[in-house]
């Protein structure tokens, strides 16, 4: 990965999270623009190339493409938000 303060969960406060990204997009977009042939994406599909010639192993995904609510989620849903709006009441 080009920017390694993406890798891991960040500590900083969101609106300095948000900063980081934008700031990572537009070096992204500035390099792109600069640069017609990125290194680093060459040198990955390069390896990924590697991989499936050398039999590297293949995942089936399988996509969720259809979600339906059950009486289940929907008792544990109801009751958290009673609870949080209990603790919230008592907070105050």
């Known amino acids: 990965m080009r920017f390694g303060i993406l890798r891991s969960a960040a500590f900083y406060p969101v609106k300095t999270q948000i900063k980081l990204i934008m700031a990572c997009f537009l070096l992204h977009n500035f390099i792109r623009s600069m640069m017609p042939v990125d290194p680093i994406k060459e040198m990955m599909d390069a390896e990924l190339a590697n991989e499936d010639l050398n039999g ?20 544990f849903r109801e009751d958290f938000s009673i609870s949080m709006f209990n603790r919230y009441e008592t907070r105050a």
């Open 56 to 75: 590297g192993e293949q995942f089936e995904v399988e996509l969720i493409d259809d979600i339906e609510s059950s009486p289940e989620w929907n008792l």
